[in-house]
């Protein structure tokens, strides 16, 4: 497989491709079987697409030479009163990324948060935040992109990375 690819803005219409990133980090696990439906519709999942793109919303799809959507990387500011797993504070936007597997280790979730990440800062916010699971390779790809660990949780990190 050529690793060849193309990173481009999302668009309201990629909200049904961003739902299943959201299924591809839900079950990042060799293995992970969560059904899609079970994942979509359950509160903790979809409060990151639920009525993309809404303003505030930001992201970006790669895409395969053949045109195909392989992987995407947003982020969405949510409320105190609906936080999602890596909520830090009000006006923190909170990313999510998803690669389909056999485009993993291929560079395309790096290229993602690097354009994600030069977009929040060009829109002038501090910090951006993730959630990962403990165990999860992608830790790997955040802590040599700049982000760290400030909250341990239940058997997943928050993590920050400052922008400015």
Known sequence: ?????????????DGTFLGD???EAANWRQGGVRPRHEVITGSEHSRYVAGWMRPGDTGF?????SGESI???WYRTLPRSEPGFGYVGTGVPELTIGVRPIWRAHGVGRALLQRLCEQARAQGYGRL??????GNFASTLYRSEGFAVTQSGFGRDTMVKRLR
């Not at 799809?61 to 030479?65: L, P, R």
């Open 1 to 13: 497989m050529s690793a060849s690819f193309r990173v481009r803005p999302a668009v309201q219409a």
């Open 21 to 23: 990133m959201v299924v």
């Open 61 to 65: 799809i790669a895409e395969a030479a």
């Open 71 to 73: 992987g995407a990387a």
């Open 129 to 134: 935040s993730l959630s990962v699971e403990r």
